[in-house]
């Protein structure tokens, strides 16, 4: 098979050894290349300016990169690369974020050899790939998706709209020629529903329940 046939693959990981052992895992396998391995965020980003790279094993933690932020800087300067993410992070949240970052797929470090190049195929396919414990992961439901949505009022839901947008229990007042005893009385009710302590943690949780 010719050299520009191949596909070039890079590895990025701040652990020499999962470097060495990716790289004997994938420098036996016809139709990969192994472009280069970097310690570091900013070494891959400057190889990748002037090389070519078609798939990239990117761990999430690095010394000098979060690898979500890496993973989006990959995809706007080279869009056609895929970024696989392989990490011990096994976070839900994690997955999901790399997901939305651009990621082609996501793998635990604990994933088989087999798993790997399944996942690579796949994901050099057009596909989003997992290894099968993320996807084990995925398929079940976070906190907030278990939790029952509270049941809001017309007014609870007006005054919470009208938290997110900044205003104070005195523009709401003025705003709904309410009290601001009653604002206050609403305001506790829809902490209390939404089980938080504060208005900042009420905003993220609407917003994560797809009410604002």
């Known amino acids: 098979m010719l050299e520009n046939d191949k596909i070039t693959l890079a590895i990025v990981d701040d652990h020499p050894v999962v470097i060495e052992g990716l790289q004997k895992l994938l420098e036996n396998k016809e139709v990969i290349r192994i472009a280069g391995s970097f310690t570091s965020g900013n070494g891959f980003l400057g190889f990748l300016r002037s090389n070519r790279v078609d798939i990239v094993l990117l761990d999430i933690t690095l010394p000098d990169a979060n690898g979500l932020d890496l993973c989006k800087e990959i995809k706007q300067l080279s869009p056609s690369t895929c970024v696989l993410a392989l990490s011990n992070h096994s976070e839900r949240s994690i997955i999901m974020q790399m997901l939305q970052n651009g990621a082609s797929g996501y793998l635990?470090?604990?994933?088989?050899?087999?798993?790997?190049?399944?996942?690579?195929?796949?994901?050099?396919?057009?596909?989003?790939?997992?290894?099968?414990?993320?996807?084990?992961?995925i398929a079940r439901p976070g906190v907030s998706e278990l939790k029952q949505l509270p049941q809001l009022t017309r007014r609870e839901k007006e005054i919470l709209h009208l938290i997110s947008d900044g205003k104070?229990?005195?523009?709401?007042?003025?705003?709904?020629?309410?009290?601001?005893?009653?604002?206050?009385?609403?305001?506790?009710?829809?902490?209390?529903?939404?089980?938080?302590?504060?208005v900042a943690a009420l905003i993220k949780m609407a917003a994560q329940q797809g009410l604002l």
């Open 168 to 198: 104070t229990t005195a523009g709401i007042a003025e705003e709904l020629s309410l009290s601001p005893l009653t604002v206050e009385t609403h305001r506790r009710n829809l902490l209390q529903k939404f089980e938080v302590k504060n």
């Open 108 to 137: 635990l470090k604990n994933a088989s050899g087999e798993e790997l190049m399944n996942c690579i195929n796949e994901a050099l396919s057009g596909q989003v790939t997992f290894s099968r414990e993320v996807k084990e992961i």
